[in-house]
T-cell receptor, first 114, second 112 residues
Framework: DAGVTQSPTHLIKTRGQQVTLRCSPKSGHDTVSWYQQALGQGPQFIFQYYEEEERQRGNFPDRFSGHQFPNYSSELNVNALLLGDSALYLC?????????????FGPGTRLTVT | DAKTTQPPSMDCAEGRAANLPCNHSTISGNEYVYWYRQIHSQGPQYIIHGLKNNETNEMASLIITEDRKSSTLILPHATLRDTAVYYCIGEGDGGSQGNLIFGKGTKLSVKP
């Protein structure tokens, strides 16, 4: 158990809708990264948050946005959902300045867009 | 930046050692190599990382060649629960700190 929690576990949305996914990091961690994993593929980096700011971003459109709260928890928002957004969304936490590549993942949120 | 290559799949008998290779011939001198695994329908799990010396923890051992162009993850006594996709990731593959770049990994099947 990595200590990272995500909610909800599963979600079904319709094209064009908006969705918010939530993540609570491992105790003591201050950085949250989000990844998208399509079926049969490895996870792809979406963005990373530290001190409530987006620190870096992968190759994802502006429809994907996020937020980090003072307690280090984070949200991922996706607007104008497309069928191609159907995937497992993973949250990972780490401690900036210690070892950013040692990340602890949550179980993920399975999003299905119909 | 490091770019890694791994075999797509491997089999291992339960109780035997599983040796998973990774080539990272373009890794820079100060870039670590990280290993993660992902058991079906779960989030990836950090296993181990190393720079140039061999490393061992409660999960696995990591052997890095002297020229640092390749490494091998060793699960000393594989169990059925070790069946997973194993990813070798070079620090800096994503060009930025903390951006894990997952390739296709190696699907390890541990058989009874």
């Amino acid at each position: 158990d990595a200590g990272v929690t995500q909610s909800p576990t599963h979600l079904i949305k319709t094209r064009g809708q908006q969705v918010t996914l939530r993540c609570s990091p491992k105790s003591g961690h201050d950085t949250v990264s989000w990844y998208q994993q399509a079926l049969g593929q490895g996870p792809q980096f979406i963005f990373q948050y530290y001190e409530e700011e987006e620190r870096q971003r992968g190759n994802f459109p502006d429809r994907f946005s996020g937020h980090q709260f003072p307690n280090y928890s984070s949200e991922l928002n996706v607007n104008a959902l497309l069928l191609g957004d159907s995937a497992l969304y993973l949250c990972a936490s780490s401690l900036l300045g210690f070892n950013s590549y040692e990340q602890y993942f949550g179980p993920g949120t399975r999003l299905t867009v119909t | 930046d490091a770019k890694t290559t791994q075999p797509p799949s491997m089999d291992c008998a339960e109780g035997r050692a599983a040796n998973l290779p990774c080539n990272h011939s373009t890794i820079s001198g100060n870039e670590y190599v990280y290993w993660y695994r992902q058991i079906h329908s779960q989030g990836p799990q950090y296993i181990i990382h190393g720079l140039k010396n061999n490393e061992t923890n409660e999960m696995a051992s990591l052997i890095i060649t002297e020229d640092r162009k390749s490494s091998t993850l060793i699960l000393p006594h594989a169990t059925l629960r070790d069946t997973a996709v194993y990813y070798c990731i070079g620090e800096g593959d994503g060009g930025s700190q903390g951006n894990l770049i997952f390739g296709k990994g190696t699907k390890l099947s541990v058989k009874p």
